[in-house]
C-alpha cells in the first residue's frame, strides 16, 4: 500500500533488491521520463543508496525533498528541477 506521501508523488520506482549503481541508473532513466516538478519517490534497500542519490541529486541538480528511512528500505522524494 502507497504512503500519502507516495501517492502524491507523481511516481513510485522500486528499487528494492537492486545495488549500486543500478538504483541512480534508474532513477536517471524515470526523472529522464518526467517533466519538471514531478516528484519520484525511490524505494532502496541498498546501504550505498542514499549516498549515491544525494550525490547524483547533487550533480544534476534535482532536488531531494525527503528521505525516509523505514525498518526494512529508505525512501527518497525527488523533484525533478530541469
Known amino acids: ?13 522500486d528499487c528494492i533488491g537492486l ?6 541508473l534508474k532513477t536517471r532513466e524515470e ?3 518526467m517533466v519538471v516538478g ?4 525511490v524505494l532502496a ?15 544534476t541538480g534535482h532536488r531531494i525533498l525527503e528521505i525516509k528511512k523505514e525498518p526494512s528500505h529508505i525512501s ?3 523533484q525533478k528541477t530541469k
Not at 534497500?45 to 550533480?59: I, K, N, T, V, Y
Open 45 to 59: 534497500d541498498d546501504p550505498a543508496a542514499e549516498d549515491d542519490l544525494r550525490s547524483w541529486a547533487g550533480r
Open 19 to 24: 545495488f549500486c549503481p543500478v538504483p541512480v
Open 1 to 13: 500500500m502507497k504512503s500519502e506521501r507516495e501517492a502524491k508523488a507523481g511516481r513510485v520506482l
Open 38 to 41: 514531478e516528484v519520484l519517490v
Open 31 to 33: 526523472i529522464d521520463k
Open 76 to 78: 527518497v522524494s525527488i
